[in-house]
Antibody, heavy 122, light 107 residues
Framework: QVQLQESGPGLVKPSQTLSLTCTVSGGSIRSGNYYWSWIRQPAGKGLEWIGRIYTSGSTNYNPSLKSRVTISVDTSKNQFSLKLTSVTAADTAVYYCARVRVGISIVVFDIWGQGTMVTVSS | DIQMTQSPSSLSASVGDRVTITCQASQDISNYLNWYQQKPGKAPNLLIY???NLETGVPSRFSGSGSGTDFTFTISSLQPEDIATYYCQQYENLPLTFGGGTKVEIK
């Protein structure tokens, strides 16, 4: 079965760039009608959608983060990545990658990574 | 952005009780609503999609209903393993947005 795993630094300094990668295993990132997405969750708080990418490279971002976010895909490595620039303490959160299943009247986050904690601190 | 308002923010119920959570959208989202369960320290897990459809493998004690702006999520008979926070999520418009969550505890 398809599994997702986030990786990247757990500590980022303020004003620097947060970079995370999600590796997809158990299936090809190109198969099926799926988007690939990033979601984050500050400690004790709710979920915030960051953005999504299709394997064609087409992206959509949350306007609240759009000026600082880039999501990219590397189909040869079965990975997709997140870059968030100019981070502040407000970007401290657990970051999840997720598969987005798309169909007629359906857009669901059906498979999630375990999440990775990123702390922004000097 | 479409705002999703869940209530209550937390509740305490006994094993076997019927539990109901509501989710209100700031505008008409038709049936474009999902429900997720998140246990402590874990990623969310999809339970209900398109407002009322049970995801494969999810126990039948979970159900969802509603359309337009008002939605309901129900656990027909609360089990100890249902202790979690539950989130609604809309997909009528981008950005995709979630409700604030409802924490369910055992009394």
């Amino acid at each position: 079965q398809v599994q997702l795993q986030e990786s990247g630094p757990g500590l980022v300094k303020p004003s620097q760039t947060l970079s995370l990668t999600c590796t997809v295993s158990g299936g090809s990132i190109r198969s099926g009608n799926y988007y690939w997405s990033w979601i984050r969750q500050p400690a004790g708080k709710g979920l915030e959608w960051i953005g999504r990418i299709y394997t064609s490279g087409s992206t959509n971002y949350n306007p609240s983060l759009k000026s600082r976010v880039t999501i990219s895909v590397d189909t040869s490595k079965n990975q997709f990545s997140l870059k968030l620039t100019s981070v502040t303490a407000a970007d401290t959160a657990v970051y999840y990658c997720a598969r987005v299943r798309v169909g007629i009247s359906i857009v669901v986050f059906d498979i999630w990574g375990q999440g990775t904690m990123v702390t922004v601190s000097s | 952005d479409i705002q999703m308002t869940q209530s209550p923010s937390s509740l305490s119920a006994s094993v076997g009780d019927r539990v109901t959570i509501t989710c209100q959208a700031s505008q008409d989202i038709s049936n474009y609503l999902n429900w997720y369960q998140q246990k402590p320290g874990k990623a969310p897990n999809l339970l209900i999609y398109d407002a009322s459809n049970l995801e494969t493998g999810v126990p039948s004690r979970f159900s969802g209903s509603g359309s337009g702006t008002d939605f309901t999520f129900t656990i027909s008979s609360l089990q100890p393993e249902d202790i979690a926070t539950y989130y609604c999520q809309q997909y009528e418009n981008l950005p995709l947005t979630f409700g604030g969550g409802t924490k369910v505890e055992i009394k």
